[in-house]
């Protein structure tokens, strides 16, 4: 069984268009993220949830709303796709978010590449 | 803030080859420091961590040593394998960052025969 898995893998759109990405993890951690991916390999956080509340926002613009139904379960959803919004986004997920001596240890799911045309 | 910066790449070797990657951090407090490799077409995953300073992180062949009088944590192998071309990514986190990573822009290795 796959940890952390994401849906789809692949997915090419228009601008305009509202699309969703989901994630799901069997590890029974507590805290599941969103990363960004950018064309040179850069990796950014998006979104961090503990439990389903929401614990990190980083300055991200409102188009992208995540939505945690369940502590194993962290979706993404974009509204009026752009160009730049182009990238392979990574789900993951972890035991402690706490920032404790340890922490760190991410899980990752193998990545959604969005391509905004 | 938290900051990390690796060695520009790409890095291109020949198998059996030392390996050096550069890295270096600014941090709040006392980090973790993490080195996360990713596969072509896979997500990220550990390679290894060190918690505290002086500590010395090893797996699959791979070192690094938490240096904190230089604040830097280099990724070292002895000899490299066709199997270990991936993009290689040094990462800290901090007792502030609520499992936060922030992590350096990559590495890309590519080792040929």
């Known amino acids: 069984d796959t940890a952390v898995s994401q849906t789809p893998k692949y997915l090419v759109t228009q601008m305009g268009n509202d699309k969703s990405i989901k994630c799901e993890q069997n590890?029974?951690?507590?805290?599941m993220y969103w990363y960004k991916q950018d064309s040179k390999k850069f990796l950014k956080i998006m979104f961090s949830?503990?439990?389903?509340?929401?614990?990190i926002n980083e300055t991200v613009p409102n188009r992208f709303s995540p939505k945690s139904p369940d502590k194993a379960h962290l979706n993404l959803h974009i509204n009026s796709l752009e160009l730049g919004d182009s990238a392979v986004y990574f789900c993951?997920?972890?035991?402690?978010?706490?920032?404790?001596?340890?922490?760190?240890?991410?899980?990752f799911g193998e990545g959604s590449r969005l391509t905004v045309l | 803030g938290n900051s990390v910066t690796q060695m520009e790449g790409p890095v291109t070797l020949s198998e059996e080859a030392f390996l050096t990657i550069n890295c270096t951090y600014t941090?709040?407090?006392?980090?973790?420091l993490f080195w996360y490799v990713q596969y072509p077409g896979e997500g990220l995953q550990l390679l290894l961590k060190?918690?505290?300073?002086?500590d010395k992180g090893s797996n699959k062949g791979f070192e690094a040593t938490y240096r904190k009088e230089t604040t830097s944590f280099h990724l070292e192998k002895g000899s490299v394998q066709v199997s270990d071309s991936a993009v290689y990514f040094c990462?800290?986190?901090?007792?502030?960052?609520?499992?936060?990573?922030?992590f350096g822009q990559g590495t890309i290795l590519t080792v040929h025969p």
């Open positions: 993951a997920s972890s035991q402690d978010p706490s920032g404790g001596p340890g922490t760190g240890e991410l899980f």
């Open positions: 949830y503990n439990n389903k509340e929401l614990i």
């Open positions: 990462a800290l986190s901090s007792g502030t960052s609520y499992g936060k990573l922030t």
């Open positions: 060190a918690t505290k300073a002086d």
């Open positions: 590890l029974g951690h507590d805290t």
């Open positions: 941090a709040t407090g006392y980090p973790s």
